[in-house]
């Protein structure tokens, strides 16, 4: 399979689909290794596609506004991340990225796209097994998180249970 074919297949897979698809799978249905396909998939990025990485695979990125969506700002350690990311999927939220400010690059995101306890466990489980620091970390655990619901009694669910943590900047 030629490059130009490779990643069209490529786009091709993850049009058609609305959940994650892993660089494993794609390695497999395009007899590669997963090094070409993360190689192609910045390529893919680099053209102007809009690919993001998500604890469960790669998707395409939708743009359009699908509900409700509030930032909010928060200050814990480690051993709350979990307990916040999972006060948010259950109360109907999806966690579209991780915000900080850095004195010297400005504003830093990673794209999180958490919609429910098992993205957070595989999030988690990731964040521990590659041993990366959380990008909070830079920030003295100052951050913020883009939420989106479906109604306002879920963003205002949210709120509540952030707040009975203890983690919510006022």
């Known amino acids: 399979m030629e490059n130009k074919e490779r990643r ?3 786009l091709a897979m993850l049009k058609k689909t ?5 660089g494993t799978e794609m390695a497999k249905a395009c007899q590669v290794s997963r090094q070409i396909i993360v190689g192609d998939i910045a390529l893919l990025r680099a053209s102007g596609t809009p690919i993001i990485s998500t604890p469960r695979g790669y998707q395409l990125h939708e743009f359009q ?19 916040e990311l999972n006060a ?10 991780v915000v900080v400010e850095h004195e010297v690059y400005g504003f830093m995101e990673g794209e999180l796209n958490l919609r429910s306890r098992r ?5 988690i489980q990731r964040m521990k097994e590659t041993k990366a620091p959380l990008l909070s970390s830079i920030s003295n655990g100052v951050h913020t998180h883009l939420v989106e619901t479906e109604t306002e009694e879920e963003m205002e669910a949210i709120h509540r249970a952030l707040e009975k943590l203890g983690i919510l900047v006022k």
């Open 8 to 10: 069209d297949a490529i």
């Open 18 to 22: 609305d959940k994650p698809v892993t």
């Open 65 to 83: 506004k699908h509900g409700i969506q509030e930032s909010f700002l928060c200050r814990h350690g480690t051993d709350q991340v979990e307990a």
């Open 88 to 97: 948010i999927v259950d109360n109907g939220g999806v966690v579209h990225n």
């Open 119 to 123: 993205d957070v466990q595989l999030y």
